[in-house]
């Protein structure tokens, strides 16, 4: 029995010495965690007051602007476009009515007076 106390008895303290260690990791690990949660407070603090965020008033007022703008500038688009085949319609006008002027010219010119 005397070994088996001896036995009980280490295994005992070796049980002890690991709580102890557990314990002493587990109060460092809190300890870091705390330090760098306060440490991450105070940066979320500092950047808040650096960045002050809008409202969600303000944002919407931004977001139907923004809405607004695509809006106009889609309209213009549309616009830019509809000139743009309106030159072209024009510019292919102006050169039928040249050649035709061309021709009619050579007719007469053919034509005595």
Known sequence: MGEQNKLYYDVEK???SLQESFDLDCA??????TSKSRSNEAWLEELENK???KDDVELDDVENLRAE??????????KVSYYERLYKELEEFQ?????????????????PK
């Open 69 to 78: 703008i695509d809006m106009k500038l889609n309209m213009l688009e549309d």
């Open 95 to 111: 050169n039928e009515i040249k050649i035709k002027t061309v021709v009619n010219n050579r007719r007469q010119s053919r034509t």
């Open 28 to 33: 460092q690990s809190v300890s870091l965690f």
């Open 51 to 53: 960045f002050k965020l």
């Open 14 to 16: 070796l049980v002890n």
